[in-house]
């Protein structure tokens, strides 16, 4: 007879194809249930908070919901900085746990649901006759309100017998939000007019752009205004005309570029939050520019918006196509004016640095001709973030997958990878993480090489120090010694666990990477280069934070 644990693992898996934990006693059934009476795929992971981790990079890169699972207690608490992310990042996601017995706990159970409460996730418990449609209804909120959902199984419920696995309804979803009624309307006639009449209409979309499918709709639209084009970090490459893309706007944005952005008469920004490093700290836009948000935040989320249209970035960007045809309008020829291959030029760097170890830009740019085509960026958080950023461009925002970043926290790299390896079968994986980072990921090395295998690379940015908090505090006379790390073999551990180490002192060093590039991905290893970079040369999105910290 099928047990609690079965009726969830079923239920969750007519939903889901990819479960990523560590087991214990708390999930050990609904595992054996998944293994057993499911075509899902269960990856293991070496620490708890790496399988949120990858449930949530694996979302980001295909766009599915997936799943994550731990032991109570003590595995639980680990996931609570990934959870924390997701939770901030708007990542739907199903974390499965164990929990205490329903007479009450036991002196090794803490309180989850308020722990996870206190992050924003909001915890179902399954009984023994609703467990099928408590999973569903999990599910629906987290694609409802695009967040992660803890789904509780207590201790002595896992092995109950429920009967036979119900079929419990689908999730119904919400529909695009459309702008609705007069003021709605007007309020899209208006832009329209705005456009229609701008002399250097500039459109930004971020990452809620991307999640709602608006590509086609951006490409329409700025063809329609002749708008120059760019994005937040996290939705690079939505819109479908990069030869008038400006790339990445905010401190990874490219100096000339953003020049050109403070030219703007008008700027659309479709959803994204305009956050302070977008916002180059109030400084992306001049005061003459006039901003207008579409997003489906209850108001706008920048005190220079002076326009706010609430609704779904492409339901939004198809009505100001239909509107701007009616007005018969015509685009208005200032991208066709701009020299955008030098505006987004970076600067290349030297090979090495004063102190004698390697430039990061020059390793960078190095690295960015060499890389396959077809990829994915996975990225730690760290000072380095904007290396990849800056020199290595992807296709598409599912292309870039930045862990970490919403919460502001460094250590989620490694398990990045084999959620996005998983989403992307095809691609490399290209991880950027530094030396700080890598180590407090360590566990889920062994992870990401055995997941990604030969797809995978890894460029660690070894400079003996958390390299942000140097910049950041150090410049400030804040005592040093707390913010270095002894030089690490990271290449050595590499081996360790199967992959190929490469200790980088030299930009000729890399020629290795050209030539796993050019083997086929089967006959490869999973590559880490072990980069021994200067901490001198500071990124000019970690200037600007120095800047407005001085």
Known sequence: MPTVSAHVAVTLA????????????????????????????????RHEAGAVVAADAYHRASGRLAAATATYGAGFTNTLTALAEAVQAHVPLVLVVGDEPTSGPRPWDVDQIALASAVGARTY??????????????IEHALTYRVPTV????????????????????????????PTGPFAAAAVGELAAVLASA???????????????????????????????????????????????????????????????????????????????????????SP????????????????????YLRGDAGVVAQSLVGALRDLGATPSGWRESVDFDGLRAYEPGDELAGDGRLDPRSVAARIGELLPEDRVVVSDGGHFIGWANMYWPVASPDRMIMVGTAYQSIGLGFPSVPGAALAKPSATVVLTTGDGGGLMALADLESAVRVAGGRGLCVVWNDRAYGAEVNLYGLKGVAEEPMLIPEVDFAGLARAVGAEGVVVRSLSDLDRLAEWTATDASARPFLLLDCRVSTSVIAPYQREIIRVNS
Request: aromatic share 8%; charged share 15%.
């Open 125 to 138: 418990t399954v009984g023994r006759t609703d467990a099928a449609a408590t999973t569903v209804i999990a």
């Open 288 to 307: 003459g520019t006039r901003v207008v948000q579409v997003d489906i935040a209850p108001a706008a989320t920048h005190p220079h918006v002076g326009g």
């Open 14 to 45: 007519r939903h889901i194809d990819h479960v990523f934990g560590v087991m214990g006693n708390g999930n050990a059934w609904f595992l054996d249930a998944l293994e057993r009476q499911t075509a899902a795929t269960y990856t293991a992971v």
């Open 151 to 178: 789904l509780a199984i207590p201790y002595d419920v896992a092995t109950r017998e429920a009967g036979p696995v119900p079929e419990a309804p689908m999730p119904a979803l919400p529909t695009p939000l459309a």
């Open 199 to 285: 002399e250097r209409p500039f459109l930004l979309a971020g990452r809620g752009a991307w999640v709602s499918g608006a590509g086609e709709a951006f490409g329409e639209l700025a063809d329609a205004t002749g708008a120059v084009t760019a994005s937040t970090a996290l939705g690079r490459g939505v819109f479908p005309r990069a030869e008038f893309d400006l790339g990445v706007t905010g401190g990874f944005g490219a100096e000339g570029a953003m020049e050109l952005v403070r030219e703007a008469d008008v700027a659309v920004v479709f959803g994204a939050s305009l956050n302070q490093f977008t916002m180059r700290f109030g400084e992306l836009f």
